[in-house]
T-cell receptor, first 110, second 115 residues
Framework: GQSLEQPSEVTAVEGAIVQINCTYQ??????LSWYQQHDGGAPTFLSY????GLEETGRFSSFLSRSDSYGYLLLQELQMKDSASYFC???????????FGKGTRLHILP | KAGVTQTPRYLIKTRGQQVTLSCSPI?????VSWYQQTPGQGLQFLFE???????NKGNFPGRFSGRQFSNSRSEMNVSTLELGDSALYLC??????????????FGPGTRLTVL
């Protein structure tokens, strides 16, 4: 079967840096995405990696290593508004469905 | 551009009933995917429709079905409701075209409660 593993919860301090890891076991791989979801809200797209390496978008960066079936989301200069759940998601083939991990709840302490 | 809309936003049903949820994608998007979200289970993929055809399907029983219309609007139907069907049902749209970014845009969801 297909699986994506990510920690269920992570806690960090305001202003710090936090990394949320995602490992995947899928029969194919086309790209890894990250989504953010605040309580009561809809998931919103953060980043996408199809090739190995780091993608940076403001305070958020995402990394992919296809040989290790591993990726992470890096959040810098944490703000209280970053308290949310973060999901990694994989698409296995070009026209395939996108499957999501169970999400990581990020708690930020003042 | 208007975002993804879902109706109704909240729904209460009893076991054994059936329900139909609606999703209107972003204009120009031809792919609509449906997800079930429950606490601790993340987003579980139900199915994806592209140009009125079911392109992908998740591992849900046949009680869950869907369809897509020529204007890309999609409906999802759940028959013979069970207590375990209580969840947030999210739909997401994307262009669905090869070569385009795979960014999915989610609607606000329909909160279904089965009593």
């Amino acid at each position: 079967g297909q699986s994506l593993e990510q920690p269920s919860e992570v806690t960090a301090v305001e202003g710090a840096i936090v990394q949320i890891n995602c490992t995947y076991q899928t029969s194919g791989f086309y790209g890894l995405s990250w989504y953010q979801q605040h309580d009561g809200g809809a998931p919103t797209f953060l980043s996408y990696n199809a090739l190995d390496g780091l993608e940076e978008t403001g305070r958020f960066s995402s990394f992919l290593s296809r040989s290790d079936s591993y990726g992470y989301l890096l959040l810098q200069e944490l703000q209280m508004k970053d308290s949310a759940s973060y999901f990694c998601a994989v698409k296995m083939n070009r026209d395939d469905k996108i499957i999501f991990g169970k999400g990581t709840r990020l708690h930020i302490l003042p | 551009k208007a975002g993804v809309t879902q109706t109704p936003r909240y729904l209460i049903k009893t076991r054994g009933q059936q329900v139909t949820l609606s999703c209107s994608p972003i204009s120009g998007h031809r792919s609509v995917s449906w997800y079930q979200q429950t606490p601790g289970q993340g987003l579980q993929f139900l199915f994806e429709y592209f140009s009125e055809t079911q392109r992908n399907k998740g591992n849900f029983p046949g009680r869950f079905s869907g369809r897509q219309f020529s204007n890309s609007r999609s409906e999802m139907n759940v028959s013979t409701l069970e207590l375990g069907d209580s969840a947030l049902y999210l739909c997401a749209s994307r262009t669905g075209l090869a070569g385009d970014a795979d960014t999915q845009y989610f609607g606000p969801g329909t909160r279904l409660t089965v009593l």
